[in-house]
């Protein structure tokens, strides 16, 4: 299984980013798909899933009206559009899949500053 996440960098708050998360390895239109965050000094915490059937999400209190997951399972793809991103939004974002063990990609860091 390989998890590779791109699309982090620095925006100001109010800004949008879009990240993707490209998987291989794995039945990939059969798993739930997370994203993490990991912010300096704090735990890592879960943003937001979709489900491998039917595609159902959930997002964290934190996100919800603000961020979007999608997958494109053609494209065995996983992202996170981020809308009125918010200088708390800042961290290290993963993706993540279980299927027999957790997996995590590398990591995209997304940097919210004016």
């Known amino acids: 299984v390989q998890l590779v996440e791109s699309g982090g960098g620095l925006v100001q708050p109010g800004g949008s980013l879009r990240l993707s998360c490209a998987a291989s390895?794995?039945?990939?239109?059969?798993?739930?798909m997370s994203w993490y965050r990991q912010a300096p000094g704090k735990e890592r915490e879960l943003v937001a899933l979709?489900?491998?059937?039917?595609?159902?999400?959930n997002y964290a209190d934190s996100v919800k009206g603000r961020f979007t997951i999608s997958r494109d399972n053609a494209k065995n793809t996983v992202y996170l559009q981020m809308n009125n991103l918010k200088p708390e939004d800042t961290a290290v974002y993963y993706c993540?899949?279980?299927?027999?063990?957790?997996?995590w990609g590398k990591g995209t860091l997304v940097t919210v500053s004016s």
């Open positions: 979709i489900n491998g059937v039917g595609g159902s999400t």
């Open positions: 390895g794995f039945s990939f239109s059969s798993y739930r």
């Open positions: 993540n899949v279980v299927t027999w063990r957790d997996w």
